[in-house]
């Protein structure tokens, strides 16, 4: 019985904690950044949060997608300076909701240096707004993080067993 109140409690760290469900790219050569990119969902009226946004990296082969939870963060391994966020994909994936998907065009310079875990200069923020009973708006801004909010994030991710091969 004293294994499985230990094995519960620990998912439920797991589960608080900002690192869980994030997937943790590996570290594989020494030309490898891992950037981090906070996200926050403000969403005063609790509206349903039916969409998905994913960014669109140059090097980076698949959309990097960013979590539906109020505040989390995104991983990104990178292997170039000068890799930049090239765009913002954002789609209604819940079903019973509609919407048009979005493409919108950026060129966002990430920060980049080698066999290093860098906390990016941005947060993402999705603003979610009930208009009407059937209506809800959904915008999103690039916010400058905060040296708390950098220190946090850098702390839980250390924290985490998922990064461990980036503090080697």
């Known amino acids: 019985m004293k294994k499985i ?3 519960i409690i620990f998912i439920i760290i797991l589960s608080v904690s900002g690192c869980a469900g994030i997937p943790a790219p590996e570290k594989l050569t020494s030309d490898d950044c ?3 990119i906070k996200t926050r969902i403000e969403n005063p009226d609790h509206a349903t949060v039916a969409r998905t946004f994913s960014f669109l990296i140059n090097g980076v082969n698949n959309p990097v997608v960013v979590s539906q939870k ?3 963060f995104v991983a ?3 292997r170039k300076d000068k890799t930049n966020i090239l765009a913002i994909i954002s789609d209604v994936t819940k079903e019973g909701f509609e919407g048009d998907i979005t493409n919108t065009e950026l060129n966002i310079t990430l920060p ?3 066999e290093k875990v860098i906390v990016a200069d941005i947060v993402f923020v999705q603003k979610y707004k009930h208009v009407s009973s059937k209506q809800t708006t959904v915008a999103y801004e690039f916010e ?3 040296e708390k909010e950098r220190e946090i994030l850098l702390s839980e991710c ?3 067993n998922k ?3 980036w503090w080697e």
């Open 112 to 114: 980049y240096e080698s």
């Open 70 to 72: 109020k505040d989390s």
């Open 5 to 7: 109140t230990v094995f």
């Open 158 to 160: 250390k924290d985490s």
């Open 76 to 78: 990104i391994k990178i």
């Open 144 to 146: 400058r993080i905060t």
């Open 34 to 36: 891992l950037v981090l």
């Open 163 to 165: 990064f461990l091969s």
